[in-house]
């Protein structure tokens, strides 16, 4: 069975009287292992597809199944039970906690959602700083790393309870060029290492390029496919 599949899942916001269709008539799976990317201009639907897939949100009508369970089937603590065992996120903003350090920013998942004795929890962290190359920094707070070692730390936290899968949304998309595909180039060795299938979201041409599979969207629907 495919790790992630959509049949026909579509999603419509409505306020007032208008409404959005969002997604529509999606049919996809993604297979354990894939390193793939939504790729589109802004508003074609990215964030939408990535917030079902990672059990954010519920489809409008079709179905979305992640290894095995209808996303529609769970309540909120249910989503964010299945989402702390089974998911990782790496956001845009890179989302770290800006009174925490590093290493604490890291250590937090695993705090939430694995109940690890202080001993390997504490080798598990630095396993992951260690994988991103932020070992070093440790100590530092947010404020003190620049934005490709803030996205680096990301990555480790996101990897740091051992999820089957990460979603993306645009996680280069506040990052030079160069700096953004070093994060890409990190999430792919990370795929290689750990076997974690990633999918992540970019309007950018160029950074869509280091996926091994593009899923490209416009007006909320599949346009186009493509296979490195
Ligand atoms: P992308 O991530 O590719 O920029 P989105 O998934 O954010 O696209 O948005 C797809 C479409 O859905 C857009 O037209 C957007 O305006 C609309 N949309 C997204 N979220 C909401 C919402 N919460 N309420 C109403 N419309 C929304
Ligand atoms: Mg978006």
Not at 77 to 106: K, M
Not at 129 to 154: T, Y
Request: charged letters at 20%; glycine letters at 6%.
């Amino acid at each position: 069975m495919a790790l992630i599949e959509a049949v026909s899942a579509s999603k419509i916001y409505r306020s007032g009287d208008v409404e959005v269709a969002a997604l529509s008539d999606i049919t996809l799976s993604i297979e354990a292992r894939e390193f793939l990317a939504f790729v589109g201009p802004s508003g074609s639907g990215k964030s939408t597809l990535l917030n079902l897939v990672g059990c954010l949100d519920h489809p409008s009508s079709g179905t979305v199944t992640v290894m095995g369970t209808n996303v529609a089937a769970l309540n909120r603590t249910a989503s964010a039970a299945f989402r702390g065992e089974h998911l990782g996120f790496v956001f845009q903003e890179f989302n770290l906690v800006p009174v925490l350090s590093a290493y604490e920013n890291v250590e937090y998942p695993l705090l939430m959602v694995r109940n690890w004795p202080a001993d390997k929890r504490r080798t598990q962290v630095m396993k992951m700083l260690d994988a991103v190359g932020m070992a070093e920094q440790a100590h530092k707070r947010p404020d003190q790393l620049s934005g490709g070692q803030k996205q680096r730390v990301a990555v480790a936290r996101a990897l740091v309870s051992e999820p089957q899968l990460v979603l993306a949304d645009e996680p280069t998309a506040n990052l030079d060029h160069a700096t953004a595909h070093n994060v890409i180039a990190l999430m792919k060795q990370m795929r290689d290492e750990f076997g974690t299938t990633f999918v992540f979201s970019t309007h950018d041409q160029k950074i869509m390029e280091a996926a091994e599979r593009i899923v490209m969207l416009e007006d909320g629907r599949i346009v186009k496919e493509q296979r490195a």
